[in-house]
């Protein structure tokens, strides 16, 4: 049961519904998480602001949506882990892949820094240890890729909270699947 209310993009005032007919999957459909922000122009507008400058980042495709599945399966949240499977498939990764990411694991060393990293970043709330900057300097990520790092821990974190505040259902209808 959904305990508020997701904009319908169909009868949203004019600016609102071109916001969201803008980020429509490919399937035309708009993301529950983003018609529940929708209740608010300014958060969809500066949580799509953080997409896209997160999306514009010095981390791959690869290292993002590893981040993104392992944070989703660690949350529970269904709605990210169908969405980001098709991307990962999508940036070609293989299922044994992408079943490790969503374990906090990769079949590449520095990727699986990245995971350890951004998983503790979560638990933590960003109390991490040294140790963990050091190993993922170590790895080859500069300063500039761990705070992409904990912004990207933190967008995951931010949808997982929208999803499950307001009890939308997981969405079906974006042609997406959570399976590896």
């Not at 400058?53 to 882990?81: C, F, K, P, Y």
């Not at 993922?136 to 912004?151: K, L, P, Q």
């Amino acid at each position: 049961m959904t305990r508020i209310h997701t904009v319908d993009p169909t009868s949203a005032e004019p600016e609102l519904a071109r916001i969201l007919a803008a980020v429509r999957s490919p399937t035309g459909k708009t993301p529950h998480h983003l018609r529940v922000l929708a209740n608010s122009k300014a958060a969809l507008q500066a949580f799509l602001g953080l997409s896209v400058i997160a999306d514009g980042g010095a981390l791959s495709v690869e290292t993002r949506v590893r981040i993104a599945l392992a944070i989703a399966q660690r949350l529970g949240n269904a709605h990210s882990l169908g969405f980001h499977t098709t991307v990962a498939r999508q940036a070609g990764l293989t299922g044994n892949e992408i079943a490790a990411n969503r374990e906090g694991a990769s079949e590449n060393a520095r990727a699986a820094v990245a995971l350890r990293l951004a998983l503790s970043l979560s638990e933590h709330m960003g109390n991490i240890d040294t140790a963990e900057l050091v190993e993922a300097r170590v790895a080859g990520y500069t300063d500039a890729d761990i705070v992409e790092i904990i912004t990207h821990v933190g967008m995951g974190q931010l949808i997982a909270m929208i999803n499950k505040a307001s009890g939308v259902e997981p969405d079906n209808t974006l042609g997406l699947h959570a399976g590896p």
